[in-house]
């Protein structure tokens, strides 16, 4: 009988120790997601600067800045690419496969940053324009990378150490995020070492030397950068042996993919390994499709629950990325703009950003992947929300200490802890768990959905927080925005979406420890299929 025969041979994979390879698999894909982070997370370093060079008013007491309409497109368009780019590139890795549409996305984020930074034109409006339509297609070429990079770590590993290497390839996010800000300081602080220039109170036109239009290109242009050193070693990348098994139901390539990966020789013409293969190929059989009811029976309440956790951490994570310097501002830590150089406002804000990516970020995602396979993936996504949810209403609740001077340093201490269970939580959980809770065949469709819908709560966080955060005084307000609820109640908001984010972690099922083929069920259908054969061939 099939079911009492030794492992399936995709059990090799599950209890093969950990392999060079993985390590490797991490680097690899992990770079995608270093690009991915750099170039999402950049924009929000340079907004000030595009709108000191292109929107200066003359007379203004205070620098230009971007228009509201402009700002939420200038942050928001990348976030509408990447959504796209999560649903059609996950559907597409399940019809041609991982590899196939791999190298796609990494030469889509290749090309766009690059042609971010020469976006042409003499006019503001020509400028900004040519840099939203690159910067969308950045971002759909992103939106590949999050469903393909998940399913294939998660297709490679063995299910002791799953949930760390997955975890690892999207803590690379941190490094992006890291890297984002440090090329910001290096490079304002060369160009302000070269090209002084005064205060904006002092003097409002020189305050902006003409040179600053190529600081911003360059560290957009920079993200290009990581992307093209891994190209090569990603197209070179095996296919994933589960794909080639479950889905294309290719025996002779599965075995030649797992000899890749685990470095070691697996022989077709082995009867016995043969054998194994085939009862696999056989639990490929499956006869309910996407959103069908039998579907929806199985996995649909886990589809419900990764995309609607992953939605809400995202309004909270990206409201609190994209905004840290108004954030920084309103309390104070940074100075005023009219007393800086537009350089000099640059430097303090990636010099900022940096120190909270440094002090929890970064530490965030990497407590993620060293605990994951210990303590679990939805205790760590319940403790996220929790803790979040605490430091967010600890934040807003007395929010006016922490606006005096002697409390800055108390402020972002509490605010770099929010980013710090944000990433050892539900930002690092949401990603990995959809790679391993459905099967092969609708895997990269399902982690594209849950993305999507993440991606759907950042963009509902960078437009609804740019406006939401605004002073509640509308003289008080920045120009060009309606009067707000203020940071405050904005800060409010974000702790109240924490809580339902937490309540939902329930619908989210705990794969620590399993196989894929058992989590999704597959073993099981499998086994169902195989009897049903024999019957009938009795």
């Known amino acids: 009988m099939a079911k009492d025969q030794s492992l399936e041979v995709l059990n090799v994979l599950d209890l093969a120790k950990t392999q060079v390879y993985h390590f490797t698999a991490v680097i690899i894909s992990g770079m995608g997601f270093f690009t991915d982070a750099y170039d999402l997370f950049c924009i929000s370093l340079v907004t000030k600067l595009l709108g000191r060079i292109y929107y200066h008013v003359d007379g203004s007491s205070n620098p230009g800045t971007l228009p509201p309409n402009v700002a939420a497109a200038v942050n928001g368009v990348a976030l509408c690419g990447t959504l796209a780019g999560q649903l059609f590139f996950g559907w597409l890795g399940d019809k041609l496969g991982r590899k196939r549409v791999y190298g796609m996305t990494l030469m889509l984020m290749m090309i766009c940053s690059i042609a ?3 976006s042409f034109g003499s006019s503001p409006k020509s400028v900004i324009a040519t840099l939203c339509f690159f910067r969308f297609w950045l971002g759909f070429g992103i939106g590949g990378d999050y469903p393909l990079s998940a399913t294939i770590m998660a297709e490679y590993s063995n ?4 949930g760390a290497f997955i975890a690892a390839v999207f803590a690379m996010q941190g490094f992006g995020i890291l890297a984002g800000g440090t090329v910001a300081i290096i490079v304002s602080a060369i160009f302000r070492a070269i090209y002084k220039s005064p205060a904006y109170s002092m003097d409002p036109l020189g305050s902006t030397v003409p040179q600053a239009d190529y600081v911003w290109r360059i560290i957009l242009m920079f993200g290009a950068l990581p992307a093209a050193l891994t190209y090569y070693w990603r197209m070179k990348m095996p296919e994933t042996p589960r794909y080639t098994a479950l889905v294309a139901k290719d025996e002779e390539k599965a075995l030649g993919d797992m000899s890749k990966v685990l470095n070691m ?3 077709a013409e082995n009867k016995e390994i043969k054998q194994r293969a085939n009862i696999n ?11 069908s009811k039998q579907f929806l029976h199985k996995h649909g309440l886990h589809l419900l629950g990764t995309a609607s956790t992953w939605f809400l951490l995202d309004i909270a994570y990206y409201s609190q990325n994209l905004f840290q310097k108004d954030i920084f501002s309103a309390v104070g830590w940074l100075p005023a703009a009219k007393t800086m150089s537009a350089l000099e406002e640059l430097f303090k804000i990636a010099r900022a950003q940096t120190l909270i990516a440094l002090c929890g970020t970064v530490p965030g995602y990497w407590f993620t992947v060293f605990l994951i396979d210990h303590i679990g993936r939805f205790t760590i996504q ?7 949810t605490v430091f967010m209403f600890a934040l807003a609740i007395p929010y006016h200490h922490w606006t005096l001077k002697e409390n800055n340093i108390g402020f972002v201490v509490m605010y770099g802890l929010t980013f710090f269970f944000a990433n050892f939580g539900p930002n690092s959980t949401t990603f990995v768990v959809p790679a391993e809770i459905f099967p092969a065949r609708f ?3 399902c982690h594209g959905i ?3 819908a993440g991606k759907a709560g950042a963009i509902v966080g960078a437009f609804g927080f740019l406006y939401a955060s605004q002073n509640q005084d509308k003289s008080k307000a920045n120009a060009g925005y309606p009067a707000g609820i203020g940071m405050r109640n904005s800060l409010m908001v974000l702790g109240v979406i924490n809580v339902f984010g ?5 619908l989210v099922p705990e794969p620590k420890g399993r196989s894929l083929e058992e989590i999704s069920g597959e073993n099981e259908e499998g086994n169902q299929q195989q009897s049903r054969n024999e019957a009938e061939s009795v």
């Open 116 to 118: 971010s930074g020469l």
């Open 159 to 162: 299910k002791k150490t799953c």
């Open 265 to 267: 020789e697996v022989k």
């Open 281 to 291: 190929i056989q639990k490929g059989n499956y006869s309910y499709g996407l959103f």
């Open 382 to 388: 319940l403790i996220g929300f929790f803790f979040m």
């Open 443 to 445: 895997r990269s469709t």
């Open 450 to 452: 849950s993305a999507a």
């Open 502 to 506: 937490l309540l939902l972690t329930f």
